[in-house]
């Protein structure tokens, strides 16, 4: 089970902390990502984690702003979000996938949670 939390109602420029919460899986062993949804667009990718940490990819827009991070021993990823703009609204997913290496389509992902919504007021 993954659960997405932190979201809520920003200025632009300010920033956000959002946290994903993993049970029930050896979620340590997954990579996983994360991937953002605004109102009336398709569902895109945002950034992704490697099992370890030790490898990170991100999405053009927002490469330099956001950082992607994870604490396996307490199964929880994080996306810090700096600088934000109001093209960044919209609801935030975390996902994990059950193979070793990290990817970027959604349909690489199989294990999602609920999201956590993010607005960014201009």
């Known amino acids: 089970q993954l659960q997405a939390f932190g979201g809520g109602l920003v200025q632009a420029g300010g920033s956000l902390r959002l946290s994903c919460a993993a049970s029930?899986?050896?979620?340590?062993?997954?990579?996983m990502g994360w991937f953002r949804q605004a109102p009336g667009k398709e569902r895109e990718f945002v950034a992704a984690v490697s099992w370890s940490g030790g490898m990170k990819t991100y999405a053009d827009s927002v490469k330099g702003r956001f950082t992607i991070s994870r604490d396996s021993a307490k199964n929880t990823m994080f996306l810090q979000m700096n600088s934000l703009k109001p093209e960044d609204t919209a609801v935030y997913y975390c996902?994990?996938?059950?193979?070793?290496?990290?990817?970027?389509?959604?349909?690489?992902?199989?294990?999602w949670g609920q999201g956590t919504e993010v607005t960014v007021s201009s």
């Open positions: 029930g899986r050896p979620f340590g062993l997954y990579p």
């Open positions: 996902a994990a996938r059950t193979k070793v290496t990290m990817a970027v389509p959604i349909s690489e992902y199989e294990l």
